[in-house]
Every structure is written in structure tokens, then in C-alpha cells.
Nanobody, 122 residues
Framework: QVQLMESGGGLVQPGGSLRLSCAAS????????MGWYRQAPGNQRELVATITSGGSTNYADSLVKGRFTISRDNARSTVYLQMNSLEPEDTAVYYC???????????????WGQGTQVTVSS
């Protein structure tokens, strides 16, 4: 069994910052890519950023515009998303995902967090 626990969402004023965290736990053999998606009301879920186990990053540049930074702590099985200069358009539920090979089955698949609400409003 693999679990993802997200934290760090909340209400912030435009121009503010938030840091999201997502920790994986359970019967894990190996963690590959980790990343963040978001979904605003009425919209499809969209990619924000991903990071490989070696630290290579990929961003949805049109969304991030240099404001967000993804990082990970492999020892803690945790991925982070530092979000600066937040705009009302960033309001969404943010979901983390991880590509994990489970220890019990040795099968590899994506796991998703429960989502954390980020609201940018004055």
C-alpha cells in the first residue's frame, strides 16, 4: 500500500507565496518521477511541473512563468512546489503525483495525492 500526503495549501493574497509538500509512504521499492498538476473549477487537470529522481525538472512554462520551483528530497520521499508571485489565475486544487514501483508487487504505476486547495484572492 502506498499513500501520498499533501500539505501547504491555503488562502493567500495576490503576489504572495506558498509552499506545497507531498510525502510518499508505505510499501515503496523505488520512486521515479514526481510532480504537480492542478485543476481549476470547470477546467481539465493540467501539468504544472515534474522532477525526475535525478533532479531534472520540467515546467509548464506558460503557467509557471518562472514563478514556481519544484524540488524533491529523496531521503524523505517528498516533493515540493514553491510558488511565488501568485496570481488569482493560480487558484485551483493542486495534486501531486508520483511514479512508484511498489515493494510488494514490484509493479510500477502513478499514484495521486488527495489534492490541496490553493486560493489566491484579496
Amino acid at each position: 500500500q502506498v499513500q501520498l500526503m499533501e500539505s501547504g495549501g491555503g488562502l493567500v493574497q495576490p503576489g504572495g507565496s506558498l509552499r506545497l509538500s507531498c510525502a510518499a509512504s508505505g510499501s515503496i521499492f523505488r520512486i521515479y518521477d514526481m510532480g504537480w498538476y492542478r485543476q481549476a473549477p470547470g477546467n481539465q487537470r493540467e501539468l504544472v511541473a515534474t522532477i525526475t529522481s535525478g533532479g531534472s525538472t520540467n515546467y509548464a512554462d506558460s503557467l509557471v512563468k518562472g514563478r514556481f520551483t519544484i524540488s524533491r528530497d529523496n531521503a524523505r520521499s517528498t516533493v515540493y512546489l514553491q510558488m511565488n508571485s501568485l496570481e488569482p489565475e493560480d487558484t485551483a486544487v493542486y495534486y501531486c503525483y508520483t511514479d512508484i514501483q511498489a515493494k510488494m508487487t514490484m509493479r510500477r504505476r502513478n499514484y495521486w495525492g488527495q489534492g490541496t486547495q490553493v486560493t489566491v484572492s484579496s
